[in-house]
């Protein structure tokens, strides 16, 4: 799949300090980037439409489905970690894994997950033929651009992307 979400391999180091930091600085240092349109989504809070712009709300939903899915993937590789450590994971059975009940959450993590990456393809999809009809909206196009070129792979074209989104951001602020 082109539009993709992160995988969900194990990450290199599962401690939740070094996991989780990686997770919340990626999250932070992108919030700064999307500026008026996606900030109040790495707070948290459900961030103002603009009005007709279909495109915005769009981008503002897929934004949001990844802050969940990357805060998911950081617990999932905690508590995969902490089960292969703490349960001998993949030493267990199937019929093994279902009694550990901690492999309910890693269950309901994967489910989750599954349900993120589908839908997020899906608005991935209609985003693109969605002209943007504001300034906010061009911005919130460029910061799931630069959520989907991670900076590890490509880091000059997710640099230009992020410095971009921030440049439009600044610039469409009243001074």
């Known amino acids: 799949m082109e539009e993709r979400m992160r995988s969900r391999q194990i990450p290199e180091a599962n401690r939740e300090s070094e996991v989780g930091a990686k997770i919340e600085s990626a999250i932070s ?4 980037v999307a500026g008026v349109s996606a ?8 961030p103002p439409i603009a009005p007709g ?8 939903r897929w934004l949001a489905m990844d802050v969940e899915h990357r805060h998911l993937l950081a617990e999932w590789g905690t508590l ?7 349960r001998r994971w993949f030493r267990l059975s199937p019929d093994e894994k279902v009694a550990v009940p901690e492999g309910a959450r890693l269950s309901q993590i994967e489910a989750r997950l ?15 033929p969605a002209p943007a009809k504001s300034v906010e909206a061009v911005i919130a196009n460029l910061s799931v651009a630069g959520r989907l070129i ?12 992020v410095r971009a989104a921030r440049d439009l951001a600044k610039l469409s602020t009243p001074k």
């Open 29 to 32: 240092r992108r919030g700064v």
């Open 39 to 46: 900030a109040p989504l790495i707070a948290g809070s459900t």
């Open 53 to 60: 712009d279909p495109a915005l709300a769009i981008c503002q």
């Open 80 to 86: 995969e970690g902490w089960l292969i450590k703490n």
């Open 114 to 128: 599954d349900v993120l990456e589908t839908e997020s393809h899906v608005l991935l999809k209609t985003m693109r």
């Open 150 to 161: 991670f900076e590890e792979d490509h880091p000059e074209a997710h640099g230009l992307i």
